[in-house]
Every structure is written in structure tokens, then in C-alpha cells.
């Protein structure tokens, strides 16, 4: 069975970074490629970030520079590193993988604000 889970989330003010985890069991994310999507209240999901097999990496136009995805693969989990956050980056974090279904995680929450 596959779980994804994700963790990192928190309160942190304007200009500060968290670093969000997705950890994996029941798939190995180094054969896969691993996304973060977020969904801000009343907004629909959007694509934040992916990481491919090989190690490739793609942004979201309006984040490339501030976050940046990477993985662990002898720990099986991916990293989002998220600086210089704004109020707007308000949401909850989703990690996504595509394996024999399309897996999600159960989401952490980050919250950007003074």
C-alpha cells in the first residue's frame, strides 16, 4: 500500500523559509516522478514543483527562485525548500506521485503571515 506523508508545515511571518518533507512507503520515489501541488482556500490546486527519476526539476513559473524540490533517495522522501515566503504562498502542501494509481498525500498546512 502506498502512503505519502507530508510534514514541515507551520506558521512562519513574511520573508521567513520552511522546508516540507514527503515521505514514501509502498513506492520508491527515484523510479517516479514526484510533485508538490498547493491549494489556498477557495483557489484550485496548482502545480508547485516536480522532480523526476532522473533528478530533472520544473517550477512553477511564479516561484522559480524562492523554492526549490529535492530528494533523499536513500530516505525515500522528497524536500520542498520554500524562502523568502509571502502571504500569498498561504496553503496547504500536497506531495503527488504517479504510480500504478495517482497517489496523494493528506497535505500540511503553511501559513505566511505577521
Known amino acids: 500500500q502506498v502512503q505519502l506523508v507530508e510534514s514541515g508545515g507551520g506558521l512562519v511571518q513574511p520573508g521567513g523559509s520552511l522546508r516540507l518533507s514527503c515521505a514514501a512507503s509502498g513506492i520508491i520515489f527515484s523510479i517516479a516522478t514526484t510533485r508538490w501541488y498547493r491549494q489556498a482556500p477557495g483557489k484550485q490546486r496548482e502545480f508547485v514543483a516536480s522532480?523526476?527519476?532522473?533528478?530533472?526539476?520544473n517550477y512553477a513559473d511564479s516561484l522559480k527562485g524562492r523554492f526549490t524540490i529535492s530528494r533523499d533517495n536513500a530516505k525515500n522522501t522528497v524536500y520542498l525548500q520554500m524562502n523568502s515566503l509571502k502571504p500569498e504562498d498561504t496553503a496547504a502542501y500536497y506531495c503527488?506521485?504517479?504510480?500504478?494509481?495517482?497517489?496523494w498525500g493528506q497535505g500540511t498546512q503553511v501559513t505566511v503571515s505577521s
Open positions: 522532480i523526476s527519476s532522473g533528478g530533472s526539476t
Open positions: 503527488n506521485v504517479i504510480g500504478a494509481k495517482n497517489y
